[in-house]
């Protein structure tokens, strides 16, 4: 964080944890301040930035354009952004999943509630080739609101055809992040994929996630995940 005094004090900070899993009340809180120090006085102005100066910080001000309404969905919120901002594009699909959210909240006017789940099961379709043989040993970590949840790690090697399933008796609320991660003696521990929701906007007892939906899945730029890989969480 640099010297605030350079701005006279007048810097606020809505930062994530330090592992950079920002929470839905991230960006409700910067909103609602964004929206109440506008209105205060015509002279007033905000500038945002975060670590690039593009991310985050079209995440930030896409949902401030939702919850002011200054635009009607998240998709014309991120479109105005891009409009305005040079590379400003809003391509992660956990960012887009979140302004979705935010989206739906303001048109329910239901604020998210850390809602408790249980989390009985989760399961790939296909396993992921991302070790030398093409096959993937796979180990997951969950976070809930940052903070360390759960993990579970295989001493399975699985084929690129092999559906994956992890038995599970959790239970998680609010913000969660669950990353998978695949073991290889040779190339060591590789990121696969991670998956990031709120438990509030979880309808259903089986939700399941497309690989467009899913972080480092959705680009596929090395082939590594079949077209049709998917992500299945049972819960109760």
């Known amino acids: ?10 810097v606020v900070s809505f930062a994530p944890p330090g592992n950079g899993f920002f929470r839905i009340t991230d960006l409700w809180d910067f909103a609602n301040f964004t929206d109440k120090w506008l209105k205060e006085q ?25 919850t002011s309404r200054l635009c009607w969905t998240s998709e014309q919120a991120m479109k105005m952004y891009r409009s305005k901002r040079e590379n400003g594009i809003i391509s992660l699909p956990y960012h887009k999943r979140y302004l979705k ?3 739906n909240s303001v048109i329910s006017c239901d604020q998210p509630e850390d809602i408790t789940l249980q989390l009985t099961s989760i ?11 093409g096959r993937c040993r796979p180990y997951f970590v969950i976070y809930q609101k940052g903070e360390k949840l759960y993990e579970d790690r295989s001493e399975t090697s699985y084929k690129t055809n092999d559906v994956i399933s992890f038995e599970l008796s959790l239970a998680i609320a609010g913000d969660i992040s669950i990353i998978f991660n695949s073991v290889s003696d040779i190339l060591g521990t590789q990121e696969m994929f991670t998956l990031h929701f709120h438990t509030f906007y979880l309808n259903s007892s089986t939700v399941r996630f497309r690989r467009n939906m899913i972080d480092g899945a959705h680009l596929n730029t090395f082939k590594q995940f079949l077209d049709s890989f998917s992500v299945t969480l049972e819960l109760k």
């Open 1 to 10: 964080m640099y010297d605030t005094k350079m701005f006279g004090g007048n």
């Open 42 to 66: 015509d002279e007033n102005v905000v500038l945002v930035h975060c670590k690039t100066g593009t991310v985050l910080s079209g995440l930030y001000i896409s949902a401030y354009l939702v």
């Open 101 to 103: 959210y935010i989206e």
């Open 123 to 133: 399961s790939l379709s296909s396993a992921p080739a991302f070790n030398e043989d």
